[in-house]
């Protein structure tokens, strides 16, 4: 992989994060495209060290937030702070379980499973365009609500899901407010990218190479600036209900994965 490539590969990871299009779906979509012949091991790296790029963004827009959820975990009174952290820990819950005990059947969606990306892009456009009918509250997130987030959350580590659009799209049809239900689940997944990083580097699964330095730090770079732009955008299109618009991107990309892997 060029430098340009890892530029264009981190632009996308930023900007699919935060947008409800599926950033592993579209990352795989790019793969293919540029004929990404990387063994499983090397494209996890790659792929991990966008994430990160893409939780440093989250973690300095939202620091503020993040500084109240950690005071929160610290205090042994049972406030505002202390129960919102609750609920992250809470929507946390049902990814960290799959994700350890399902790793390695998670892992085997990646790499070139064009078709199930397709099909997933679909059902990413179907959630986004019930949402975007749905009407605005004024609701905060409840613990049961964190709890149904936190499994549309596990359910969108199928590359092909949006996990914003997921998580957002559920969090609206729970009636949350919508720029509480943005704000809710960006902030949910900084700890599982982060404690995945960790697990990653820990367990000595992460392998490139010296070569590979420049084009995995243009990656991470490039993640990093397109994710503080897709952030901030993303939390004012969910504020004037203009999902629909992502919901009719994903149908169209979706039926062109599919018409790909099988005419291919």
């Known amino acids: 992989m060029d430098v340009l490539e890892a530029i264009i590969l981190g632009i996308i990871q930023g900007l699919t994060e935060f947008l409800p299009v599926s950033s592993s779906g579209h990352l ?53 702070e202390s129960k919102f952290s609750l609920k992250i820990i809470i929507s946390m819950l049902p990814a960290v379980i799959i994700g350890l005990v399902f790793e390695e059947e998670l892992e085997s969606f990646f790499g070139g499973k064009i078709l199930l990306v397709g099909c997933m892009l679909l059902v990413t456009a179907v959630l986004l365009l019930l949402a975007d009918k749905a009407k605005n509250t004024n609701n905060n997130v409840s613990f049961t609500n964190a709890a149904t987030i936190g499994i549309a959350q596990a359910i969108a580590m199928l590359p092909g899901i949006s996990r914003s659009g997921a998580t957002i799209s559920t969090s609206v049809l729970l009636g949350v407010d919508r720029t509480k239900a943005a704000r809710f689940s960006f902030l949910m997944v900084v700890p599982l990218i982060l404690g995945k990083v960790a697990k ?65």
């Open 28 to 80: 795989e979509l790019a793969k293919a495209i540029f004929g990404d012949t990387s063994i499983p091991k090397e494209s996890l790296t790659f792929t991990v060290v966008l994430h990160a790029a893409t939780a440093l963004s989250t973690i300095v827009i939202f620091r503020k937030e993040i500084g109240e959820i950690f005071k929160g975990l610290f205090q042994f009174s049972w406030n505002e």
């Open 200 to 264: 990653d580097i820990l367990g000595g699964d992460l392998n490139f190479q010296s070569a590979e330095l420049i084009p995995l730090s243009a990656g991470f770079f490039a993640a990093f600036i397109s994710g503080l732009v897709a952030c901030q955008w993303m939390i004012a299109l969910v504020k004037k209900s203009k999902l629909s618009y992502f919901s009719l991107y994903c149908a169209i990309v979706g039926l062109i994965a599919i018409g790909y892997s099988i005419f291919s």
